[in-house]
């Protein structure tokens, strides 16, 4: 069991900068892929961004590839989401996820956080 728990959504403006936290709890967390997703009203959870169990591989969507970077710290049970660059278009609620399989598809990963809000002002 994986609990997660998201931080360090808010407003920025247009090419501004956010860092995303998001605090696992469990002793399995480092054999889980983390993944970061976002989701706006009425459309899909949209994949952006993933990372391997061991921190080594990392993927990205085409729309935040060369902007945002994920990482994350086994022995802190923590997985970030830096966001450079930032655009109008990637307002969303943001959510952290753990998968023993990981991918771009939401079912995939097996355990969700609460979200973060993130808006980007014009």
């Known amino acids: 069991q994986v609990q997660l728990v998201e931080s360090g959504g808010g407003l920025v403006q247009a090419a501004g900068s956010l860092r995303l936290s998001c605090a696992a709890t469990g002793r399995t967390f480092r054999s889980y892929v983390m993944g970061w997703f976002r989701q706006t009203p009425g459309k899909e959870r949209e994949f952006v961004a993933a990372?391997?169990?061991?921190?080594?591989?990392?993927y990205a969507a085409d729309s935040v590839k060369g902007r945002f970077t994920i990482s994350r710290d086994n022995a802190k049970n923590a997985v970030y989401l830096q966001m450079n660059s930032l655009k109008p278009e990637d307002t969303a609620v943001y959510y952290c996820a753990a998968g023993a399989v990981g991918g771009m598809r939401p079912g995939s990963y097996n355990y969700w956080g609460q979200g973060t809000q993130v808006t980007v002002s014009s």
């Open positions: 990372v391997s169990a061991s921190g080594g591989s990392t």
